[in-house]
């Protein structure tokens, strides 16, 4: 009965979002909040007290991901307004009007270094619009950014869902360099097979057959490389292997290298290389100021994350308030129980490098008063529904992690582990897809799920590190189901009511992830 009701708002989710004419998430997602609410309440005897505090630090945490649709929008919308985004089509059409070299050069490679310095769902959110104005559809666009977004995950911001995501485990460094050799190994073979069914979303497979020698070239551009490096480093291999993929995949499109000869209907116009650059100059300094501030040896991403308390005000029955010297706000014992959430003000992407970026191009494109307000009130006028959906998200999600050992989401996963028995080393990896599910990041899955897949690797005498490397793995294929990335997105790109489509859409390339994953593993085992 435990399990029964831990996994039937899930299933019940999952239902109303994916039926014929399916409830959109702004309803769907509060709804099975409030069911999982009653759950815990009634069924767990979960305290009041602390799930009323868990709904307040969700207001909180929804924060970050709401606030980062925000800036993306906006830096979306000056695309727009300034011209910019007509001209770097231009360019694009420039270097190669096949559609196929634009998906992989934009939707692969330049996503694969964007995830490698940001992570935070920020490789979508940028890739995407980009695309579109291309010409792509944009439901389509959803769907392939959402599943090409997976193979660098693991080492997504700098490698945090290795690092920090088994932090707790207090494992040694040669374990965690060798979780990430295990991880790269895994996604390096996926990566053969996950950018064809994305770009499956968009083209034929005839168009794919006709420029299947350049997929592969701008794959192993980025994996190669990335593969490498997971060799000495478990920080860098995403965010390096993506900018050198970029720079290949560029060059072996201009040369048409591998590539099917595409003719463009109507003329192309020539673009100067200053205005080139000056549209290009939005991206490049999001490019400069991300990998500037998530690289921790050039000293600013600590700067940005001092928690030292600069100030702290009691609430009173709501809580402790905190605001630390690099602005991080902390709501800590809220309603008196042990429920705490932050918003890391400067280190989300959301001033720093979006608005920030914006502030700076609005003289440079030298746009006028009424287009400065149309940019921030069409922004705002989007909002509203992602951040319903993502509140009921993070409430369902702050409320089905109660319970420690007797949690939901725990006892789903355990569940899964006794049915599996000693075959459990082939579905580890959707216990990872399962806590992405939930929780929108490879890092909070590997630091719920990660223990449980310890645990069972050490009881059932099995490879711990192949055993995380799993999870890290799982966590990473997750990106294409997870409720936060497909909000993100769709709110992004204007797409209303279509989550529960893009979810049924991108949950088969997740499940032959998954089969790759466990072949792999029984490879790696024998």
Same mark, same amino acid.
């Given at each position: ?394 409430? !369902?999600? #702050?409320?089905?992690? $109660?319970?420690?050992?007797? &949690?939901?989401?725990? %006892?789903? =996963?355990? *569940?899964? @582990? ?58 990473? !294929?997750? #990106?294409?189901?997870? $409720?936060?990335?497909?909000? &993100?997105?769709?709110? %992004?790109? =204007?797409? *209303?009511? @279509? ?28």
């Amino acid at each position: 009965m435990p399990l029964f009701f831990s996994i039937t708002p899930i299933v019940l989710l999952i239902w109303m979002m994916t039926k014929r004419n399916g409830i959109p998430s702004y309803m769907a997602l509060p709804l099975t909040a409030v069911i999982v609410y009653f759950t815990q309440l009634f069924w767990f005897e979960s305290s009041s007290l602390l799930l009323h505090a868990n709904i307040i630090t969700a207001l909180v945490s929804v924060l970050t991901p709401i606030t980062i649709i925000l800036g993306a929008i906006l830096l979306n919308k000056l695309m727009q307004i300034s011209g910019a985004e007509d001209v770097v089509r231009n360019w694009l059409e420039n270097i190669s009007p096949n559609p196929v070299a634009q998906l992989m050069i934009i939707g692969w490679a330049f996503a694969f270094m964007i995830e490698g310095a940001s992570g935070f769902g920020t490789p979508a959110a940028i890739a995407a619009p980009i695309l579109v104005g291309l010409g792509f559809n944009p439901l389509r666009v959803a769907l392939l950014t959402l599943v090409m977004n997976s193979v660098p995950v693991s080492f997504g911001a700098v490698g945090t869902p290795t690092w920090f995501g088994f932090a707790n485990l207090g494992l040694s460094d040669g374990n965690l360099l060798e979780i990430g050799r295990l991880s790269a190994l895994i996604h390096f073979v996926a990566g053969f097979v996950i950018p064809l069914l994305a770009l499956r979303f968009i083209v034929s497979w005839q168009e794919i057959r006709g420029n299947i020698l350049f997929i592969f070239l701008s794959i192993l551009s980025c994996t190669t490389p990335y593969l490498l490096l997971a060799q000495v480093n478990y920080e860098f291999p995403a965010l390096i292997g993506g900018a050198i993929g970029l720079a290949l995949s560029v060059l072996f499109a201009r040369l048409g290298i591998g590539i099917k000869r595409y003719e463009k209907k109507g003329t192309v116009r020539v673009v100067p290389f200053s205005k080139i650059i000056k549209a290009m100059m939005p991206t490049l300094l999001l490019i400069v100021i991300l990998i500037i501030t998530r690289i921790h040896q050039l000293g600013i991403k600590g700067l940005l994350n001092n928690a030292d308390i600069q100030w702290q005000l009691n609430l009173g029955w709501l809580g402790e308030l905190n605001v630390s010297k690099s602005l991080i706000i902390n709501l800590q014992q809220v309603l008196g129980t042990s429920a705490s959430a932050s918003y890391k003000i400067l280190y989300a992407p959301a001033i720093i490098p979006f608005l920030l970026v914006v502030l700076l191009c609005i003289p440079l494109f030298q746009l006028n008063r009424y287009q400065v307000k149309q940019i921030f009130c069409e922004t705002g006028s989007r909002v509203f529904k992602p951040f319903i959906a993502l509140f009921g998200a993070l409430v !369902m999600v #702050n409320i089905m992690m $109660l319970g420690g050992e007797n &949690a939901p989401v725990i %006892i789903i =996963g355990k *569940a899964l @582990a006794v049915m599996t028995g000693e075959s459990w080393l082939l579905f580890s990896s959707f216990l990872g897809a399962l806590g992405s599910f939930f929780s929108g990041s490879n890092t909070v899955s590997n630091l719920t799920f990660g223990g449980i897949q310890y645990s069972i690797a050490l009881n059932g005498g099995m490879n711990a590190n192949l055993m995380l490397a799993l999870q890290s793995v799982g966590g990473a !294929m997750g #990106n294409m189901i997870c $409720l936060n990335n497909i909000i &993100a997105v769709c709110s %992004i790109l =204007g797409i *209303a009511n @279509a989550e529960g489509q893009i979810m049924k859409k991108t949950i088969l390339p997740m499940l032959v992830y998954g089969v790759i994953a466990a072949v792999m593993a029984l490879i790696l085992t024998f």
